[in-house]
């Protein structure tokens, strides 16, 4: 059973930076893909990034891209995000999800959760 454990959340001021972490366990993490998703208070839970199992394609959605980097270590079978220009628009509940399939619209395996707060 997959087992996703994300940490490095936090509150930042606009314009920081944060990087957040997920250890993953149980199987084999190459033949998973890592995604990450992200749900604010009141609205619906969205894609934000993901690494795949084949050569580490990546995804992101549009309102991250430029400013987010998603990536992945095989050997320490953990992934990451990396968060940069972050504005009070990307205050949320950041989760860590995997699944074998390449790049799926959902995702069969979900961690708790690692709360960002982006505030001035």
């Given at each position: 059973?997959?087992?996703?454990?994300?940490?490095?959340?936090g509150?930042?001021?606009?314009?920081?930076?944060?990087?957040?972490?997920?250890?993953?366990?149980?199987?084999?993490f190459?033949?998973?893909?890592?995604?990450?998703?992200?749900?604010?208070?009141?609205?619906?839970?969205?894609?934000?990034?993901?690494?795949?199992?084949?050569?580490?394609?990546?995804?992101?959605?549009?309102?991250?891209?430029?400013?987010?980097?998603?990536?992945?270590?095989?050997?320490?079978?953990?992934?990451?995000?990396?968060?940069?220009?972050?504005?009070?628009?990307?205050?949320?509940?950041?989760?860590?999800?995997?699944?074998?399939?390449?790049?799926?619209?959902?995702?069969?395996?979900?961690?708790?959760?690692?709360?960002?707060t982006?505030?001035a």
């Amino acid at each position: 059973q997959v087992q996703l454990t994300e940490s490095g959340g936090g509150s930042v001021q606009p314009g920081d930076s944060l990087r957040l972490s997920c250890a993953f366990s149980g199987t084999t993490f190459i033949s998973y893909t890592m995604g990450w998703f992200r749900q604010a208070p009141g609205r619906e839970r969205e894609f934000v990034a993901a690494a795949s199992w084949n050569r580490g394609m990546t995804f992101y959605a549009d309102s991250v891209k430029g400013r987010f980097t998603v990536a992945r270590d095989n050997a320490e079978q953990k992934a990451y995000l990396q968060m940069t220009g972050l504005k009070p628009e990307d205050t949320a509940l950041y989760f860590c999800t995997a699944d074998k399939r390449l790049n799926p619209t959902e995702y069969d395996f979900w961690g708790q959760g690692t709360q960002v707060t982006v505030s001035a």
